[in-house]
């Protein structure tokens, strides 16, 4: 197996040579004025964020901090507008393996609002999921440049994947979701292997171990409250999209999912309650 050192900001780390290849290629694209999204999946303990992180890592050239992990999708929103133009962020989505349906649904939108959102950005978003075929469609086939599959073999030895770039990688949502979520059809573009890279130390496995705590013991919250905090984290994201990104307020509207009168009727409300003005929809 073919791999090159690399070095970055003062970090050493070797990354598969084929695997390093599809990265500059993002790095053109991102040049080029596009955004790219990429998807890494495998099953839980399997080594897929720790390779997500290297990605993220090189694809920053080094400049990779821990406030660009986000934890969620809802992390993901508050942390867009600190994200730099052509930047990269990394959304390890592995609480969804623990999450209900409807967990899983709420969860996709917000994803969906991101893919839309770094158009605007030209940002390089890593998508870390315990499954590429629960994801919907628009991010699993039509968002998404190119899957790399994280797995182990009998002996459970961290560090081996399989790269399926776009073409293979819709055929594999519609093939393999017919054959039990299965990987073998069609066959990967060719396989690697990666090794293990931290340049955070204790710090990283603060954020993963608190990650992993808050989706095994999720808050519990009457029906009102969650309504609450949902139509607080959307117009939160809709003032961002419009003061901070620029976006017309329809389109900002429409990204959201919801009418303008909604979202005006909510914002009232929320400001008769905190008796303080809020954004005029």
Known sequence: MVYLDIELNGKKFKLHERLKNKLDNIKMVQKKGWDAAVLIDGI?????????????????????ELKDICTGSNDAIAKLDQVK???????DEGSLLFSSTDSM?????QLIMILNVIRQKR???IIVSPSFFRLNRYIAVDRTRFLIHVYTKE?????????FGQKKKNKLYELGKKNFNSYA??????NGTFIDFNPFGEEYHKIKKQSLQEALNPMKKDPRSINEMRRDIELELYDKLVEKLGLSREKAAEMIGRGR??????????????NKPVMVI
């Open 44 to 64: 839980e303990g399997s080594g897929k964020s720790t390779l997500g992180l290297t990605c993220a890592y090189y694809l920053s050239d080094g400049k990779f």
């Open 85 to 91: 133009e052509g930047g990269v962020l990394l959304i």
């Open 105 to 109: 649904r709420r969860e996709q939108k």
């Open 123 to 125: 940002i390089a978003l």
């Open 155 to 163: 002996d459970l030895r961290r560090g081996r994947f399989t790269y």
């Open 185 to 190: 059809k069609p066959r990967a573009n060719w």
């Open 261 to 274: 009168k909604t979202l005006y009727t909510w914002a009232k409300a929320k400001e008769m309650a905190e």
